[in-house]
């Protein structure tokens, strides 16, 4: 069955501007995540959403919001981005909610983003 | 504070030998573990996911042991190939809270 499917690939911003990036999770994943990485920082946490709400949050500003609509797709939007926007965006799919010890996550290619 | 550590950064080792990869946790009360691989330029592959009640899981040439009480884990791969060049990546869960990743280490496998 297809994976965890991420577009855009690759995109350039500008500084100011804002973006979305969509994640669409492996077909019967109800919960999505999203992580930064970056050379310096490594996998950070954004948030997870489950069932169309989100259920964790990690130390960002809020610039950096998301939703899940009902059929289990997600999109991230930064705002008003700047230079140290520029990184991997990781998405990942899971069955159910991370507090299921049992589940495992799958993650998607991700999606580039420079900001100049 | 939860935090992952895996060490060394990088390694480099001749075709064919075993090796181990290391990863330590800071909080005992893990609600599971998990290891994945990363191709540059690419997401993550997941191998194995260890649950706190469980003590290894082993797919294929890869084990994975996980001792909470010295809040350890290994990962061994068995007669290493240059397929398995790549950036392993060690991610631990704490209750409800976000998945928390070590900074990896990158495995060079020299032919």
């Known amino acids: 069955k297809a994976g965890v499917t991420q577009t855009p690939r690759y995109l350039i911003k500008t500084r100011g501007q804002q973006v979305t990036l969509s994640c669409s999770p492996i077909?019967?994943?109800?919960?999505v995540s999203w992580y930064q990485q970056t050379p310096g920082q490594g996998l950070q946490f954004l948030f997870e959403y489950f069932s169309e709400t989100q259920r964790n949050k990690g130390n960002f500003p809020g610039r950096f919001s998301g939703r899940q609509f009902s059929n289990s797709r997600s999109e991230m939007n930064v705002s008003t981005l700047e230079l140290g926007d520029s990184a991997l965006y990781l998405c990942a799919s899971s069955v159910g909610q991370s507090t299921y010890s049992g589940n495992t996550i799958y993650f998607g290619e991700g999606s580039w983003l420079t900001v100049v | 504070k939860q935090e992952v550590t895996q060490i060394p950064a990088a390694l480099s080792v001749p075709e064919g030998e075993n090796l181990v990869l290391n990863c330590s946790f800071t909080d005992s009360a893990i609600y599971n573990l998990q290891w994945f691989r990363q191709d540059p330029g690419k997401g993550l592959t997941s191998l194995l996911l260890?649950?706190?009640?469980?003590r290894e899981q082993t797919s294929g040439r890869l084990n994975a042991s996980l001792d909470k009480s010295s809040g350890r884990s290994t990962l061994y791969i068995a007669a290493s190939q240059p397929g398995d060049s790549a950036t392993y990546l060690c991610?631990?869960?704490?209750?409800?809270?976000?998945?928390?990743f070590g900074q990896g280490t990158r495995l060079t496998i020299n032919p």
């Open positions: 260890i649950q706190s009640s469980q």
């Open positions: 077909s019967g994943h109800r919960s």
């Open positions: 991610a631990v869960r704490w209750g409800a809270q976000k998945l928390v």
